[in-house]
């Protein structure tokens, strides 16, 4: 069966928002992080991403602000500062993008992600299409209008899909369905 995704911010606490992209990923394989980095310089010179545990030594060096390992309020606290993401790594769970789109953060990412594609279907890209990428991160840095509606929309997507009240109504419908086989 399929487990619905919930994520409980009864405690998260959001900071100043300033003019800032937080990266997905760093840049080994899997995180595809020079695509991020390439992508979020088109919106910011101000680049921030969480440590990972595959990160190589000598990427501490690079123009990025790296955000060492903390615990999931802190780093929705973080993360919040943001304006801006971007996470074109490949497949996984897809929480980066969920946590921006609680944030109300546009996120520029992947379709591999269901949480990118349902969250944020204006900033989703197939995979390897670096150039509509960026061509997007120009769009939400420029036009206030289109960042305000991918903003405003995100919240509202989060909501209509992965809010605690979605997330309890998709839980009961699932134990039916088992108990009644």
């Not at 300033?18 to 979020?40: C, K, W």
């Not at 990160?55 to 780093?75: A, C, F, Q, S």
């Not at 996984?92 to 953060?105: M, R, V």
């Not at 992947?110 to 960026?134: R, S």
């Amino acid at each position: 069966e399929y487990l619905p995704t919930l994520m409980v911010t009864d405690y998260v606490q959001t900071e100043k928002q300033e003019d800032s992209v937080m990266l997905g990923g760093n840049f080994v394989s899997i995180y595809r992080g020079f695509d991020d980095y390439v992508v979020g310089k088109v919106m910011s010179d101000n680049l921030r991403a969480p440590v990972t545990g595959r990160m190589k030594p000598n990427e501490r060096g690079l123009d990025i602000n790296h955000l060492d390992w903390v615990d999931w309020l802190t780093w929705m606290k973080e993360l919040s500062k943001s304006k801006y993401a971007v996470h074109l790594g490949e497949p996984g769970a897809g929480t980066f993008n969920l946590n921006c789109s609680y944030l109300g953060i546009p996120c520029i990412g992947y379709d591999t992600f269901n949480t990118q594609k349902i969250c944020h279907p204006m900033t989703t890209v197939g995979i390897g299409d670096i150039k509509t990428a960026k061509e997007i991160a120009l769009k939400l840095k420029n036009d206030v209008d289109f960042y305000g509606r991918c903003s405003a929309m995100t919240k509202v997507l989060y909501e209509e899909h992965y809010s605690e009240k979605v997330f309890r109504s998709n839980m009961n419908n699932l134990i039916k369905d088992i108990l009644n086989g």
